[in-house]
């Protein structure tokens, strides 16, 4: 590549921990690729996948510390498009939802680099799937939310009108959620929901480790408390819940996997 070129960089999603959830595609560019940047939750045994030579930056979050600052991960992006034809830029999940995706791919098309996405299985269906858990069912209602729970913090954001989607939407699937799940179960409650809505919280879905909660919603934070659930966790909030199909659940994947961020 000479001075003048840019790598392309390509926003990968990893999926939610299973490697063997990883699309084809991104299985084929991290055995290509000549940079890789990745987040918390991906496992070591994705990172595996690429080459001896591939130069590797991490910039998620660490136990007990704070996320490496977006301004950094935009200019290590940039570098590595300087110097690589083939960069991928990897995120847990799905990189559009609720991963910054596009806000990377906006500042990289700013600064002259071509930028692919490549979407991922999202940890908001895949780890209610594991536990035979179906995001929707005929049966219970026709509309489901993904939300984030964790809101307002950077100020970059909206805040989620918990009282209106508690009649609005028939399920929610709420990422980030424990850290507010008080809050945002007196606010769904307070806004119509019956507390004896089914609910579920899985944490560390698709790997081993995978815990599960099935409890009524208005017995959910106690509950969650007394177990001790941790992030990340997936909550699930509708009558979806009872549709559990425990017999389809796959087995969990062997990963060394960062089960806190
Ligand atoms: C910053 S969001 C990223 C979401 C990601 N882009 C996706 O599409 O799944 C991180 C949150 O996703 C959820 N999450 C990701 N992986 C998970 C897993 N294996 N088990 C449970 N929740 C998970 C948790 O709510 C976690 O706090």
Not at 111 to 133: F, K, Q, R
Request: hydrophobic share 45%; proline share 6%; net charge neutral.
């Amino acid at each position: 590549m000479n001075d003048l070129q840019q790598g392309t960089v390509y926003l990968v999603g990893a999926g939610p921990g299973d490697p063997d959830l990883l699309t084809v595609k991104a299985q084929r560019l991290l055995s290509q690729c000549g940079a890789l940047i990745y987040d918390s939750l991906v496992p070591v045994e994705v990172l595996d996948l690429v080459a001896g030579s591939c130069e590797r930056h991490f910039v998620g979050k660490r136990r007990g510390h704070h996320s490496v600052p977006q301004a950094k991960t935009n200019a290590v992006l940039l570098e590595m498009a300087r110097r690589h034809d083939c960069v991928v830029r990897l995120k847990g999940g799905d990189p559009f939802l609720f991963g910054r995706g596009a806000e990377e791919a906006a500042y990289l098309y700013r600064h002259g680099v071509p930028v692919e996405v490549v979407p991922g299985v999202t940890a908001g269906i895949a780890v209610p799937a594991y536990s035979g858990i179906p995001v929707t069912h005929r049966l219970a209602g026709s509309s489901v939310t993904f939300v984030t729970g964790h809101e307002g913090v950077d100020k970059q954001r909206v805040g989620v009108n918990w009282k209106a989607l508690a009649t609005a939407s028939d399920g929610l699937v709420i990422y980030m959620g424990l850290h507010n799940l008080r809050h945002i179960v007196a606010e769904l409650i307070h806004g119509g929901l019956d507390g004896s809505t089914p609910s579920a919280v899985i944490q560390q879905g698709t790997v081993i480790g995978q815990r599960l909660l099935k409890v009524p919603l208005s017995q959910l934070v106690e509950k969650v408390e007394t177990m001790g659930f941790t992030a990340p966790s997936i909550i699930m909030i509708g009558v979806a819940v009872n549709f559990q199909v425990e017999a389809c659940s796959p087995p969990l994947a062997h990963v060394t996997m960062p089960i806190s961020f």
